[in-house]
Nanobody, 126 residues
Framework: QVQLVESGGGSVQPGGSLRLSCAIS??????MGWFRRAPGKEREGVAA????????YYSDSVKGRFTISLDAAKNTVYLQMNSLNTEDTAVYYC?????????????????????WGQGTQVTVAS
């Protein structure tokens, strides 16, 4: 049974940092992603990483501020978030594709993913 469990969310002041973790069990995947849903907005992809070569992908809104990484030994994906601002307030979700999926399209699109974590709240406020 595949499970994705996020942790590390919380409240932080503008300019602060947080690191989210996503522990994955039950399978290994060719790529994994982080998404977020802000209040009143659709869920958007913010970062993704491949398990081979650790290629990374970022949305324009977080490029240069967020860093996605993978600890293959722990099967855990991280999202280091720096220079946070109020627009980063959202529920953040970890995601993985179908087991055995090998052809990746746009890794920041929801359609590339099948498994989702429960989400972790990130609130940026002064």
């Amino acid at each position: 049974q595949v499970q994705l469990v996020e942790s590390g969310g919380g409240s932080v002041q503008p300019g602060g940092s947080l690191r989210l973790s996503c522990a994955i069990s039950g399978a290994n995947f060719k790529w994994m992603g982080w998404f977020r849903r802000a209040p009143g907005k659709e869920r958007e992809g913010v970062a993704a990483i491949t398990s081979v070569g650790s290629l990374t992908y970022y949305s324009d809104s977080v490029k240069g501020r967020f860093t996605i990484s993978l600890d293959a030994a722990k099967n855990t994906v991280y999202l280091q978030m720096n220079s946070l601002n109020t627009e980063d307030t959202a529920v953040y979700y970890c995601a993985a594709p179908y087991v055995g999926a090998y052809a990746m399209g746009d890794p920041l699109q929801e359609s590339e993913y099948h498994f989702w974590g429960q989400g972790t709240q990130v609130t940026v406020a002064s």
